[in-house]
């Protein structure tokens, strides 16, 4: 056994601990990682948003995931709001991706490795907080005491701190198996009385087979093997009974894959990313994305908790508002499209997820607004307020000038990479559109000056200055 000192420890190695691990070693930080499994490891979670893309670019990884063979989704074969089959062409996921986990989650790791990142695989951690910070004890190959400054929780639902988890969704439960199977190059996705099914093709004659359902459905079933079960499952369906007698290369798994979210998923010298810190419906494929995004916010985080702790407090509530936000909005999309599956209304799996929201109620449409005149004087409108913004900047949680209006869903600070806020001090003197435009031009190029101004009066944000009237005698 020997001793390491170091500024953060990750536990956990899928794609949000190694790229936790990787930002914060690229800003200059002494970091090591437990993983406690060997790779490559059987995951799921292989179908991967669009949305990937610029979270990848970021960190310099875009490339290399698309130099690997990772396979892009052809058409989509739907049984969902219609009992016949829907076709949606590949062009409605254009870059979207189907990966084999196991390779996916080996070239994160590799590239944290590559950045400077201790990597310790496999290991056991057990954590305990100390009077500066944590005590982690590695227990694998190598045999490690660790003293760290902070600790990154990326050890998925059950984490490695065991904190309070909340649910946002009823108890699910999945079935998961690989077939060895030749097959069309579609997806599948169908709803069933119990659940729904997915399937697409990670490789060539293999596909990944996935059905979602209560567990008591699981429970009813227990005098049956899972791989039984999920082959009755498929048996009477429209798209999926092809593969009633397929053959399964790894045995199948029950997974829970219900949304839950951590109560406590900051302090001021810990942070949970990924599924530690919050896991999505498996319907939106956002998953990755979305554990992705949670680890550079956290990585900002834990960077600043080190360089600036007399931020702790903006840190903590920062990263706390971004959760619920993505927990708020992810339940409102999920309910909404649960309730599109109509014919099973009554069953108890989708009766229970039919739940009204509120967030995004249909508002009547805005009538448009004429373009303003170049004469036209403008003004900030009356209902929007200027406001100091938490955000994150180059890698860092401070704060900048923003603001709230009626109709944003959040506040605003930038728009398209530019500080919007720093623009509207412009707006003191009531300037006429022209003028506007030309002082933004100073600072940005004109064609964004001229893209900002548009937008900002399409969103009501802008708007015409009441002309002063001229007193009479």
């Known amino acids: 056994m020997y001793d390491l000192e170091l500024d953060v420890c990750v536990v956990g190695g899928g ?10 070693a690229t800003l200059g930080h002494r970091v090591c990682l437990l993983e406690r499994q060997v790779f490559p490891r059987p995951q799921v979670g292989e179908s991967l948003s669009p949305g990937i893309w610029p979270l990848l670019d970021s960190v310099g990884l875009g490339e290399i995931i698309s130099r690997t063979s990772f396979r892009v989704p052809g058409n989509t074969l739907l ?14 996921r254009a870059g979207a991706l189907l990966v084999d986990r196991s390779r996916f989650d080996a070239l994160f790791l590799e590239a944290a490795r590559e950045a400077g990142v201790h990597v310790v695989q496999p290991a056991q951690a057990r954590v305990s907080r100390t009077p500066k910070g944590w005590q982690i004890f590695a227990d694998g190959e190598e045999r490690l005491n660790i003293s760290a400054k902070k600790l990154v929780d990326a050890a998925g639902r059950k984490g490695c701190l065991h904190g309070r988890r909340v649910a946002f969704s009823e108890r699910t439960m999945a079935l998961w198996g690989h077939l060895d199977v030749n097959h069309d190059c579609a997806t599948r996705v169908e709803a069933v009385p119990v659940g729904w099914l997915w399937a697409a093709p990670i490789a060539d004659n293999k596909v990944s087979l996935l059905f979602f359902c209560d567990p008591a459905y699981i429970r009813q079933g227990s005098g049956r093997d899972m791989e039984r079960l999920l082959r009755e499952c498929t048996t009477k369906t429209v798209l999926f009974s092809g593969f009633a007698q397929a053959v399964f290369s790894r045995p199948v798994t029950a997974r829970d894959a219900t949304c839950a979210y951590a109560t406590e998923p900051v302090g001021t010298d810990y942070v949970l990313v990924g599924e530690a810190n919050y896991s999505l419906d498996p319907l939106s494929s956002t998953g990755i994305e979305k554990a992705l995004q949670s680890a550079l916010i956290g990585a900002a985080v834990v960077n600043t908790l080190l360089n600036y702790p007399e931020r702790s407090n903006l840190c903590t509530q920062f990263y706390r508002d971004r959760q619920q936000e993505a927990v708020t909005t992810h339940t409102a999309w999920m309910n909404q ?20 929201s509120a967030l995004y109620p249909n508002a009547p449409r805005a009538k448009e607004l004429p373009q303003p005149r170049l004469t036209t004087s403008v003004r900030l409108a009356p209902e929007v307020s200027l406001t100091k913004e938490t955000c994150v900047i180059h890698d860092e949680i401070a704060t900048r000038p923003g603001l709230r209006a009626p109709s944003l869903v959040r506040p605003l600070v930038f728009l398209n990479g530019i500080e919007v806020g720093l623009l509207l001090a412009d707006l003191a003197s009531n300037p006429s559109w022209r003028d506007l435009l030309t002082s933004w031009s100073r600072r940005i190029a004109p064609g964004s000056a001229e893209r900002v101004a548009n937008w900002l009066w399409e969103k009501r944000i802008l708007c015409e200055a009441t002309p002063t009237p001229v007193p009479t005698r």
């Open 337 to 356: 499209y649960y309730r599109e599956v109509e014919r099973y209304a009554g069953e108890p799996f989708w009766n229970a997820r039919r739940a009204a």
């Open 15 to 24: 794609p949000a601990g190694a790229l936790v691990a990787l930002r914060l």
């Open 79 to 92: 049984c969902w709001a219609e009992s016949e089959p829907q076709l949606l062409s590949s062009d409605a």
